[in-house]
Protein backbone atom coordinates (compact mmCIF):
# COMPACT_ATOMS: atom_id res chain seq x y z
CA UNK A 1 0.00 0.00 0.00
CA UNK A 2 1.33 3.54 -1.08
CA UNK A 3 1.28 5.90 1.96
CA UNK A 4 0.95 9.44 1.82
CA UNK A 5 2.25 12.04 4.32
CA UNK A 6 1.14 15.68 4.39
CA UNK A 7 3.08 18.16 6.60
CA UNK A 8 2.51 20.17 8.11
CA UNK A 9 -0.40 19.17 10.29
CA UNK A 10 -1.56 22.72 11.02
CA UNK A 11 -0.45 25.45 9.14
CA UNK A 12 -1.47 29.28 10.60
CA UNK A 13 -2.03 31.91 7.97
CA UNK A 14 -2.71 35.46 7.15
CA UNK A 15 -5.84 36.25 5.02
CA UNK A 16 -3.78 37.58 1.44
CA UNK A 17 -1.04 35.24 1.82
CA UNK A 18 0.10 32.16 0.52
CA UNK A 19 0.12 28.87 1.80
CA UNK A 20 2.21 25.93 1.02
CA UNK A 21 1.36 22.61 1.46
CA UNK A 22 2.84 19.20 1.23
CA UNK A 23 2.35 15.75 0.00
CA UNK A 24 5.07 13.01 0.20
CA UNK A 25 4.38 9.13 -1.25
CA UNK A 26 6.03 6.31 -0.48
CA UNK A 27 6.69 5.34 -3.10
CA UNK A 28 6.56 6.79 -6.65
CA UNK A 29 2.97 7.56 -8.19
CA UNK A 30 4.16 9.35 -10.81
CA UNK A 31 2.09 12.29 -11.61
CA UNK A 32 -1.53 10.14 -10.37
CA UNK A 33 -2.07 13.04 -7.50
CA UNK A 34 -5.33 14.94 -6.60
CA UNK A 35 -5.89 17.32 -3.95
CA UNK A 36 -9.29 17.80 -1.90
CA UNK A 37 -10.33 20.62 -0.04
CA UNK A 38 -13.18 19.58 2.88
CA UNK A 39 -14.66 21.99 5.43
CA UNK A 40 -16.39 20.93 8.82
CA UNK A 41 -19.08 18.40 8.03
CA UNK A 42 -19.14 19.04 4.34
CA UNK A 43 -18.03 15.92 2.00
CA UNK A 44 -14.56 16.56 0.33
CA UNK A 45 -14.08 19.03 -2.84
CA UNK A 46 -11.88 17.80 -5.87
CA UNK A 47 -9.29 20.70 -6.58
CA UNK A 48 -7.01 19.19 -8.52
CA UNK A 49 -5.64 15.69 -10.81
CA UNK A 50 -3.02 15.00 -12.20
CA UNK A 51 -1.03 16.65 -9.73
CA UNK A 52 -1.64 20.20 -11.44
CA UNK A 53 -4.77 20.57 -13.54
CA UNK A 54 -7.16 22.09 -11.72
CA UNK A 55 -10.81 20.52 -11.49
CA UNK A 56 -13.58 22.59 -13.09
CA UNK A 57 -14.49 25.82 -11.54
CA UNK A 58 -11.73 26.03 -9.22
CA UNK A 59 -10.34 29.25 -9.19
CA UNK A 60 -6.62 30.12 -10.74
CA UNK A 61 -5.14 30.85 -7.00
CA UNK A 62 -5.25 26.99 -6.48
CA UNK A 63 -1.99 25.38 -8.03
CA UNK A 64 0.00 22.13 -7.55
CA UNK A 65 2.96 21.17 -8.64
CA UNK A 66 5.19 17.83 -8.20
CA UNK A 67 6.23 14.33 -9.17
CA UNK A 68 6.92 10.78 -8.08
CA UNK A 69 7.23 10.91 -4.67
CA UNK A 70 6.78 14.91 -3.48
CA UNK A 71 3.48 17.27 -4.08
CA UNK A 72 2.72 20.43 -3.51
CA UNK A 73 -0.43 22.70 -3.04
CA UNK A 74 -0.22 26.46 -3.36
CA UNK A 75 -3.45 28.50 -2.71
CA UNK A 76 -2.41 32.12 -3.46
CA UNK A 77 -3.92 35.32 -1.98
CA UNK A 78 -5.62 33.33 0.75
CA UNK A 79 -9.44 33.98 1.02
CA UNK A 80 -11.56 33.29 4.05
CA UNK A 81 -13.24 30.24 2.27
CA UNK A 82 -10.26 28.88 2.01
CA UNK A 83 -9.17 27.63 5.85
CA UNK A 84 -10.16 24.62 5.80
CA UNK A 85 -8.66 20.88 5.87
CA UNK A 86 -6.46 19.58 2.64
CA UNK A 87 -6.07 16.22 1.41
CA UNK A 88 -3.75 14.71 -1.08
CA UNK A 89 -5.09 11.23 -2.86
CA UNK A 90 -2.72 9.23 -5.07
CA UNK A 91 -4.40 6.37 -7.95
CA UNK A 92 -2.88 3.96 -8.80
CA UNK A 93 -4.34 3.42 -12.01
CA UNK A 94 -4.69 0.00 -12.51
CA UNK A 95 -5.80 -2.14 -10.80
CA UNK A 96 -7.46 0.59 -9.05
CA UNK A 97 -6.25 1.75 -5.71
CA UNK A 98 -6.71 5.15 -3.95
CA UNK A 99 -5.45 6.55 -1.05
CA UNK A 100 -5.93 9.62 0.59
CA UNK A 101 -3.25 11.44 3.40
CA UNK A 102 -3.91 12.17 6.81
CA UNK A 103 -4.87 16.24 6.16
CA UNK A 104 -3.60 19.49 6.30
CA UNK A 105 -5.41 21.91 8.23
CA UNK A 106 -5.07 25.19 6.91
CA UNK A 107 -6.28 27.80 9.80
CA UNK A 108 -6.51 31.56 10.31
CA UNK A 109 -3.24 33.17 11.93
CA UNK B 1 -26.77 18.81 -12.36
CA UNK B 2 -25.47 14.76 -10.89
CA UNK B 3 -26.16 14.47 -7.14
CA UNK B 4 -25.99 11.38 -5.00
CA UNK B 5 -27.32 11.01 -1.27
CA UNK B 6 -26.66 8.28 0.81
CA UNK B 7 -29.39 6.57 3.12
CA UNK B 8 -29.51 3.90 5.40
CA UNK B 9 -29.32 2.90 9.19
CA UNK B 10 -26.84 5.32 11.20
CA UNK B 11 -26.60 2.36 14.27
CA UNK B 12 -25.54 -0.96 13.29
CA UNK B 13 -24.50 -3.79 16.04
CA UNK B 14 -21.47 -5.56 16.19
CA UNK B 15 -20.70 -8.78 13.86
CA UNK B 16 -23.92 -7.61 12.24
CA UNK B 17 -23.89 -6.15 8.55
CA UNK B 18 -24.16 -2.40 7.45
CA UNK B 19 -25.94 -1.87 4.05
CA UNK B 20 -26.14 1.52 2.53
CA UNK B 21 -27.62 3.11 -0.60
CA UNK B 22 -26.36 5.77 -2.79
CA UNK B 23 -28.99 7.10 -5.30
CA UNK B 24 -28.01 8.62 -8.05
CA UNK B 25 -30.07 12.25 -9.47
CA UNK B 26 -30.10 14.22 -12.29
CA UNK B 27 -28.16 11.84 -14.57
CA UNK B 28 -28.02 8.09 -15.31
CA UNK B 29 -26.18 5.84 -13.17
CA UNK B 30 -25.90 3.74 -16.48
CA UNK B 31 -23.65 5.94 -18.05
CA UNK B 32 -20.46 4.44 -20.06
CA UNK B 33 -18.62 7.28 -18.37
CA UNK B 34 -18.53 7.00 -15.12
CA UNK B 35 -17.40 4.67 -12.31
CA UNK B 36 -19.34 5.01 -9.01
CA UNK B 37 -17.48 4.60 -5.18
CA UNK B 38 -17.80 4.21 -1.95
CA UNK B 39 -15.73 5.65 0.57
CA UNK B 40 -15.42 6.25 4.09
CA UNK B 41 -13.28 8.92 6.65
CA UNK B 42 -12.90 7.66 10.42
CA UNK B 43 -13.27 11.07 12.61
CA UNK B 44 -10.40 13.25 12.53
CA UNK B 45 -8.73 11.30 9.31
CA UNK B 46 -8.53 11.02 5.50
CA UNK B 47 -11.01 9.49 3.38
CA UNK B 48 -10.27 5.54 3.03
CA UNK B 49 -11.08 4.41 -0.37
CA UNK B 50 -13.79 1.44 -0.24
CA UNK B 51 -14.34 0.15 -3.61
CA UNK B 52 -16.39 1.36 -6.75
CA UNK B 53 -18.87 -0.17 -9.07
CA UNK B 54 -19.34 0.18 -13.23
CA UNK B 55 -22.78 0.09 -13.98
CA UNK B 56 -22.40 -3.46 -15.88
CA UNK B 57 -21.92 -5.12 -11.97
CA UNK B 58 -17.88 -4.93 -12.59
CA UNK B 59 -16.39 -4.12 -9.43
CA UNK B 60 -12.59 -3.22 -7.57
CA UNK B 61 -12.47 -2.89 -3.92
CA UNK B 62 -9.43 -1.78 -1.93
CA UNK B 63 -7.34 -4.93 -1.08
CA UNK B 64 -7.21 -3.68 2.61
CA UNK B 65 -10.27 -4.43 3.31
CA UNK B 66 -10.16 -8.11 3.07
CA UNK B 67 -13.22 -8.70 0.90
CA UNK B 68 -15.86 -8.12 3.77
CA UNK B 69 -17.43 -5.07 1.23
CA UNK B 70 -19.93 -5.52 -1.39
CA UNK B 71 -20.85 -3.20 -3.90
CA UNK B 72 -23.63 -3.93 -6.27
CA UNK B 73 -25.99 -1.86 -8.62
CA UNK B 74 -29.67 -1.34 -9.77
CA UNK B 75 -29.81 0.25 -12.92
CA UNK B 76 -33.49 0.61 -13.07
CA UNK B 77 -33.36 2.48 -9.32
CA UNK B 78 -30.61 4.44 -10.29
CA UNK B 79 -28.70 3.09 -7.16
CA UNK B 80 -25.86 1.71 -5.74
CA UNK B 81 -25.43 0.11 -2.57
CA UNK B 82 -22.90 -1.02 -0.17
CA UNK B 83 -22.36 -4.37 2.43
CA UNK B 84 -20.00 -4.78 4.81
CA UNK B 85 -20.02 -7.99 6.67
CA UNK B 86 -18.84 -8.80 10.47
CA UNK B 87 -18.72 -4.79 11.45
CA UNK B 88 -16.76 -3.66 14.68
CA UNK B 89 -16.50 -0.11 16.32
CA UNK B 90 -13.49 0.22 13.59
CA UNK B 91 -16.26 0.28 10.78
CA UNK B 92 -17.82 3.26 12.80
CA UNK B 93 -17.55 6.48 9.94
CA UNK B 94 -19.21 9.05 7.59
CA UNK B 95 -19.67 6.76 4.52
CA UNK B 96 -19.79 8.71 1.10
CA UNK B 97 -20.34 7.71 -2.25
CA UNK B 98 -18.88 9.62 -4.99
CA UNK B 99 -18.27 9.55 -8.61
CA UNK B 100 -15.13 9.44 -11.00
CA UNK B 101 -14.81 9.40 -14.60
CA UNK B 102 -13.95 6.67 -16.72
CA UNK B 103 -11.23 7.72 -18.57
CA UNK B 104 -8.87 4.72 -19.89
CA UNK B 105 -5.20 5.02 -18.46
CA UNK B 106 -6.61 7.70 -16.65
CA UNK B 107 -7.92 8.92 -13.13
CA UNK B 108 -9.57 12.89 -13.23
CA UNK B 109 -10.43 12.52 -9.34
CA UNK B 110 -13.68 12.21 -7.59
CA UNK B 111 -15.83 14.89 -9.07
CA UNK B 112 -19.03 14.56 -6.93
CA UNK B 113 -19.81 13.66 -3.59
CA UNK B 114 -22.73 12.99 -1.26
CA UNK B 115 -23.56 14.99 1.82
CA UNK B 116 -21.99 11.60 3.80
CA UNK B 117 -23.55 9.82 6.38
CA UNK B 118 -22.54 8.87 9.60
CA UNK B 119 -22.53 5.13 10.43
CA UNK B 120 -22.05 3.75 14.35
CA UNK B 121 -21.27 0.61 15.29
CA UNK B 122 -22.11 0.02 19.08
CA UNK B 123 -24.00 -2.72 20.64
Known amino acids: EIVMTQSPATLSVSPGESATLSCRASQSVSRNLAWYQQKAGLAPRLLIY???TRATGIPARFSGSGSETEFTLTISSLQSEDFAVYYCQQYNVWPPWYTFGQGTKLEIK | QVQLQESGPGLVKPSQTLSLTCTVS??????????WSWIRQHPGKGPEWIGY???????HYNPSLKSRPTISVDTSKNQFFLKMNSVTAADTAVYYCARQHRLPGAFVGFDIWGPGTMVTVSS
Open chain 1, 50 to 52: GAS
Open chain 2, 53 to 59: IYYSGST
Open chain 2, 26 to 35: GGAISSADHY
